[in-house]
């Protein structure tokens, strides 16, 4: 079994949906981040959380939010989706040094 | 904080081809690099890393080393497989935080039989 799961792994929407996207890990990692991918673009952080009762924003947080409800649990929701939102979602967990793992992505099309 | 400039891409060879893919940083003292690979429809994964100056990381073929004096972590290998297409990330720490990364825009290489 995957250590970095991301549900759901495709989704279309219109404009103004809320969206939430989730991610589980069973890797027993605290820090846990969500990032973008654009082409050319490479990844961009929007979130990270160090642990439960730590959230931070990273690089491109506007018009989106995240939840840690546990350990092993970090969702990001797009509260009203617009379509330049449209891009290859990544969670990815990391424990005591920086080498980061990551989840399949989750492709989002925003209408 | 820190950064990392990565050679654009695409980058297109014949199976067998020498491959180098360019990455230079901008750092804080001597922070510990990483390559990334995306094989397609899938997330990223750890390629190789290295901790320090001068060493070397290597996988699969693949090789990188650590060159403080040029700000340098060059992607090599000898000798591309068709099975080594995919996107290429360079990476280093973003700065004081622990555990974040920065990653470089990514550099797709597409090896043809």
């Known amino acids: 079994d995957a250590d970095v799961t991301q549900t759901p792994r495709n989704r279309i929407t219109k404009t103004g949906k809320r969206i939430m996207l989730e991610c589980s890990q069973t890797?027993?990692?605290?820090?846990m981040y969500w990032y973008r991918q654009d082409p050319g673009l490479g990844l961009r952080l929007i979130y990270y959380s160090f642990d439960v009762k730590d959230i931070n924003k990273g690089e491109i947080s506007d018009g989106y939010s995240v939840s840690r409800q546990a350990q092993a649990k970090f969702s990001l929701s797009l509260e009203s989706a617009i379509p330049n939102q449209t891009a290859l979602y990544f969670c990815?967990?990391?424990?005591?040094?920086?080498?980061?793992?990551f989840g399949p992505g989750t492709r989002l099309t925003v209408l | 904080g820190n950064s990392v400039t990565q050679m654009e891409g695409p980058v297109t060879l014949s199976e067998e081809a020498f491959l180098t893919i360019n990455c230079t940083y901008t750092a804080t003292g001597y922070p510990s690099l990483f390559w990334y690979v995306q094989y397609p429809g899938e997330g990223l994964q750890l390629l190789l890393k290295?901790?320090?100056?001068?060493d070397k990381g290597s996988n699969k073929g693949f090789e990188a080393t650590y060159r403080k004096e040029t700000t340098s972590f060059h992607l090599e290998k000898g000798s591309v497989q068709v099975s080594d297409s995919a996107v290429y990330f360079c990476?280093?720490?973003?700065?004081?935080?622990?555990?974040?990364?920065?990653f470089g825009q990514g550099t797709i290489l597409t090896v043809h039989p």
């Open positions: 890797k027993g990692h605290d820090r």
């Open positions: 990476a280093l720490p973003g700065g004081t935080s622990y555990g974040k990364l920065t």
């Open positions: 290295a901790t320090k100056a001068d």
């Open positions: 990815a967990t990391s424990g005591e040094v920086n080498e980061q793992f």
